[in-house]
């Protein structure tokens, strides 16, 4: 059996850093694609045939340009370091805490209760926020080749200067507690999913010290799959409450019924999964790359030993 790869908190912020760069530049226009049509109300009120996600795709890039699919990116960019160092850091610290401290094997509802307070700690300090400055700048429909259109959020900096400026920094907090039990969920499936794969690919596969990288983006994609499967009402719901401005002394559980039942009532019971497809276009391939960034990221930062030192994240047993 070989040793097992170790990880340290800067390699986690490293490797997590440069593998959340890479997966929001190559997967960011299908969440924009996904943004807008769970804001879409058209359609479903004037009794139109609802646009797909590739028309939606076609539509922005025809009216707005194709930088108008990269709306958003900026305020994604600037939380991908702080996420994914929480989220592999924190779950590494809840994986060793939940273990059994006779063998000091993590099973595998310890990775799941795990992943379920990683999601929840990486929503509340750097999701949430994030997500609100880009849901405001992915809703506004203004040609970004056309100087003179000038929109109402300019960056991801302007638009969080204005959205406290106007509403507050509770703003920025909006839907966060359908923000935590959407990551929350994400992740205690993703990590789940990915070490039980893991573990039987490498035990049927004992020639392999580590997988291949295409095991690793395969093992990803699946694992990436389940939890927008799982949450889909929950991440509509959401978007739309970050979206719009708050109503003065409606209470968050009342704003959540709210829409709940004017998406019911206005849309029907399909309008809570609108965006599923290129939601899970954007979350299966983005997570297919972390894994795979992430891996081969760290195992190059393994070699350095100023960096060298606890146990990998990925492995269910220490």
């Known amino acids: 059996m070989p040793p097992k790869r170790k990880t340290t908190p800067a390699i986690n912020l490293i490797a997590g850093g440069t593998a959340g760069l890479c997966e929001a530049i190559c997967c960011h226009p299908l969440d924009t694609i996904k943004v807008r049509m769970q804001l879409s109300t058209r359609a479903a009120i004037e009794g139109h045939r609802r646009r797909g996600f590739f028309a939606t795709g076609v539509n922005i890039a ?28 924190s779950f590494e610290l809840f994986k060793n805490a939940l273990a059994d401290p006779t063998t000091n094997k993590t099973s595998s509802t310890g990775i799941f209760l795990a992943g379920l307070a990683a999601g929840t700690a990486e929503a509340i300090l750097v999701v949430n926020p994030t997500d609100v ?10 040609s970004m080749a056309d100087p003179l ?33 959407r990551q929350a969920t994400n992740q205690a499936v993703n990590f789940t999913a990915y070490t039980e794969i893991k573990d039987y690919l490498k035990s049927i596969q004992p020639q392999y010290d580590e997988l291949p990288t295409y095991q690793h983006m395969i093992t990803g994609l699946i694992s990436g799959a389940l939890g927008p499967l799982s949450n889909a009402p929950i991440d509509t719901i959401k978007t739309r409450m970050q979206k719009e401005t708050a109503i003065e002394g409606e209470s968050a559980l009342a704003r959540v019924s709210r829409i709940s039942r004017s998406l019911m009532q206005r849309e029907g019971f399909s309008a809570f999964y609108k965006g599923i497809t290129p939601r899970v276009m954007r ?19 393994e070699q350095v030993p100023l960096l060298n030192g606890h146990q990998s994240v990925l492995t269910a047993e220490d």
Request: no cysteine; charged share 20%.
């Open 62 to 89: 025809r009216k707005e340009s194709i930088f108008g699919l990269y709306k958003g990116l900026g305020a994604v960019i600037t939380g991908i370091v702080p996420k994914m160092a929480i989220r592999f850091w």
């Open 133 to 142: 400055i880009k849901i405001r700048l992915q809703a506004q429909r203004h």
């Open 149 to 181: 259109d000038v929109p109402k959020y300019r960056n991801a900096a302007h638009a969080a200067f204005t959205i406290v400026r106007e509403e507050g920094i509770g703003a920025l907090y909006r839907g966060v507690i359908l923000t935590s039990l």
């Open 283 to 301: 979350v299966a391939p983005g997570q297919a790359v972390t894994f795979a960034v992430y891996e081969q990221v760290s195992k190059s930062l």
